[in-house]
């Protein structure tokens, strides 16, 4: 069964527009080095409820719900996923997803299953390996943007925002890359911290940058 690392029954904010529940899915490959969930990267380390007891409460919150989403850690890590999405289906939710596109493979398959599709940009492409600690990641990054695109299926693109991590060039050369690729809109999420602390928001000039050269950008408190 699906490996659960944690359990939301509610949430107003990870889907935008809709009440959903969350599933966040155990387990990640990538050691992005900003990380707000680093008890959900290693297997077998699961504090969460089993797979059976989430569907007993999505049971009981049919028409009160609009819609699951899963998040993690990656979700299209755990090969159980495909059929918990189905279940979850079955019930009569919609399904959202949030994915950093670590496999796009995976993820192309789940497409058309799923109703809307966070993806998590980390930067440029060219400082992916610096900032995830994994050698490649950039190319499944670049993929799984490919295929979401032209895949037709509601989404958004969103990168967690902090100035310590990520320079404003490259900032700046992900809103090129964003706006050649045919975005149409761009989340800025601010960094928080696990102990609390929140990144400062992009200057007026650098946003004011971003909307020139880039898809619109929308900004996000954190």
């Known amino acids: 069964m699906l490996e659960v690392g944690g359990f939301t029954p509610l949430s107003t904010t990870d889907w935008p527009g809709r009440l959903a529940a969350v599933v966040f899915v155990q387990g990640c490959p990538w050691r ?5 969930n680093p008890s959900l990267q290693l297997r077998g380390r699961s504090r969460g409820p089993g ?7 999505l049971d009981r919150r049919i028409g009160l719900l609009d819609g699951v989403v ?4 990656e979700p299209t890590l755990d090969p159980c996923l495909p059929a918990a999405i189905e279940e979850v289906r079955g019930l009569g939710f919609q399904v959202g997803l949030h994915t950093a596109g670590i496999y ?9 299953q799923l109703d809307w599709v966070a993806l998590d940009l980390k930067t440029a492409f060219e400082a992916y390996d610096a900032l995830t600690c994994r050698r490649g990641s950039a190319d499944a990054a670049r993929r799984a943007l490919e295929l ?11 990168t967690t925002y902090d100035p310590r991590l990520i320079g404003d060039d490259a900032l700046r050369a992900l809103a090129r890359l964003l706006r050649a690729a045919g975005a149409s809109e761009w989340v800025l999420q601010r960094c928080r911290q696990p102990a609390g602390e929140v990144a400062p928001p992009p200057s007026p000039k650098l946003l004011q940058r971003l909307q020139d050269e880039g898809p619109r950008v929308l900004l996000r408190e954190a």
């Open 51 to 57: 797979w059976a007891d989430v569907i007993e409460t």
């Open 32 to 36: 992005c080095v900003y990380c707000h």
């Open 70 to 73: 899963f998040s993690g850690g």
């Open 104 to 112: 796009p493979e995976r993820l192309a398959a789940l497409l058309p």
């Open 148 to 158: 979401l695109l032209a895949s037709g299926v509601a989404h958004e693109l969103r």
